[in-house]
């Protein structure tokens, strides 16, 4: 399984915008669809976006269309999520997933590798 690390979480204000970095190692990222998730306070984990092995076919979540772009540069083995017009309720630990797979998937349960997650805070 490949390993994930995440980096570029910090505190923002309303209306900010913060890039999220995910580096992977020890496997084919090729092989990989890359997912970011989110988990706020007393709240469950919740899907936010992903993206295909090839980079051509992406997903987001309504709550973040228009807003968070994911995007991955296989030659560096990382995905990003960028991450504007922020919102207080933006506010939570944002975690990097992949899974091994040619689809697009959004399942939680098909994501194998999991990052440690980066604290994302958004003032108002």
């Known amino acids: 399984q490949v390993q994930l690390v995440e980096s570029g979480g910090g505190l923002v204000q309303a209306g900010g915008s913060l890039r999220l970095s995910c580096a992977a190692s020890g496997g084919s990222f090729r092989s990989y669809c890359m997912g970011w998730f989110r988990q706020a306070p007393g709240k469950e984990r919740e899907f936010v976006t992903a993206i295909k092995w090839s980079g051509t076919n992406t997903y987001y979540s309504d709550s973040v269309k228009g807003r968070f772009t994911i995007s991955r540069d296989n030659a560096k083995n990382t995905v990003y999520l960028q991450m504007n017009s922020l919102k207080p309720e933006d506010t939570a630990v944002y975690y990097c997933?992949?899974?091994?797979?040619?689809?697009?998937?959004?399942?939680?349960?098909?994501?194998?590798?999991w990052g440690q997650g980066t604290q994302v805070t958004v003032s108002s």
């Open positions: 997933a992949a899974a091994r797979t040619v689809v697009l998937t959004t399942r939680p349960s098909d994501f194998g590798s």
